[in-house]
């Protein structure tokens, strides 16, 4: 029997870091959050597609207030969340392309001089086909099987 072609499965990765102990100023900071959005993903070799959204949120809790944005990458996103007043962030990193979540975790770490941090890294979309053709010639070889 000739050998099937690999496929893969799996949409992409994505990782997300809850920051503890960060450097208020940064958070705070409206045009610091816009440019580490708009020059970040050129760090990790993702394609920005558009400029930043990046705009401050009043909350009903005056110590809720922070700054919140994101990106849109071809790869997908990368979005933001600052709490100053609680010296807290979350930076959600998603993408189908893979990225060294190693690298991003240390950047983000030294560029928000966080203290301690959360770490989540996990694969999404894991039944999405990545090859379409490895799947559809598996899909008709299992049919072949089941034909009597």
């Not at 933001?80 to 190693?102: G, M, N, Q, R």
Request: glycine share 4%; with cysteine.
């Amino acid at each position: 029997m000739k050998e099937m072609e690999k496929f893969e499965y799996g949409f992409g990765q994505h990782l997300v870091i809850d920051g503890y102990g960060a450097n208020r100023e940064k958070l705070m900071d409206l045009d610091f959050i816009y440019n580490f959005l708009s020059k970040y993903p050129e760090e990790i070799e993702m394609t920005k597609i558009m400029p930043p959204y990046v705009f401050k949120y009043y909350a009903p809790v005056p110590e809720d207030w922070g700054i919140s944005g994101f990106v849109i990458i071809a790869e997908s996103h990368i979005s933001i969340h600052t709490f100053p007043e609680k010296l807290y962030l979350s930076i959600d990193v998603f993408s189908c392309k893979p990225f060294d979540a190693d690298k991003v975790i240390s950047d983000v770490t030294r560029i928000f001089e966080i203290q301690k941090s959360e770490i989540k890294f996990f694969d999404r979309g894991l039944e999405f086909p990545r090859s379409i053709r490895a799947v559809e010639k598996f899909i008709k070889m299992e049919r072949k099987d089941l034909i009597i």
